[in-house]
């Protein structure tokens, strides 16, 4: 039986991984996250919100391939879904009722889940290449501009619609959308034009 100090999820919990996103800055994010986080990365995905939970609430969402998606969905313990064009990987409470019936569920156990989901993570998708972890990456939103600024102008519409957004915030979207747009136009006249290399 593997010690709990060499469980992959125990070992990048002392890691101080600093990650940002489209709206953060990047900073340390909450250790209990950095095994999932740079296992996502290893895989080709883009982690963009991550939270260990308090202890409960763990999640992380990314952006990556389906097929990743329904791997870890398929593994148990994490329940994934679409959201925003993003998966949002959360831990599932089928399992913790299961487990607990019905009782709040203690930090205990959700270190414990999430040790026994980096070891299945681990003899599915190998080993954590840890020599190759870079501790500080910066955010690149895998999204085309369009799509970006296209989710940012969806998010508005909603917020104006609702009566929680001041018309100005709405309007500098629609700005921003154009903006993307018009130079979306100018690059793809730009290689219509271009001769033939």
């Not at 990047?26 to 202890?55: A, K, R």
């Not at 009722?97 to 998708?125: E, I, Y």
């Not at 939103?141 to 957004?165: C, H, M, S």
Request: aromatic letters at 10%; charged letters at 25%; hydrophobic letters at 40%.
């Amino acid at each position: 039986m593997t010690a709990v100090t060499d469980n992959p999820w125990d070992a990048c919990r002392k890691l101080k991984l600093i990650r940002g996103n489209h709206f953060y800055p990047p900073q340390v994010i909450d250790p209990g996250v950095n095994y999932f986080v740079l296992m996502l990365e290893q895989l080709g995905c883009t982690p963009i919100w991550s939270c260990e939970g308090h202890p409960e609430g763990f999640h992380v969402t990314f952006h990556g391939p389906e097929h990743i998606a329904r791997t870890i969905a398929a593994m148990g313990i994490f329940t994934l879904e679409l959201q925003d064009c993003c998966f949002c990987m959360t831990l599932d409470g089928r399992e913790i009722w299961k487990r607990r019936a019905g009782k709040p569920w203690p930090l205990r156990l959700r270190n414990a889940l999430l040790r026994v989901s980096s070891d299945h993570w681990t003899r599915h998708f190998g080993d954590l290449r840890l020599e190759q972890v870079h501790i500080k990456r910066d955010f690149v939103d895998p999204r085309p501009d369009t799509l970006v600024a296209l989710r940012r102008l969806i998010e508005e519409a909603k917020a104006f619609a609702n009566g929680d957004d001041e018309r100005w915030y709405f309007e500098e979207r629609i700005q921003d959308a154009e903006i993307v747009e018009a130079n979306a136009m100018r690059e793809k006249y730009a290689r219509a034009i271009s001769p033939a290399s």
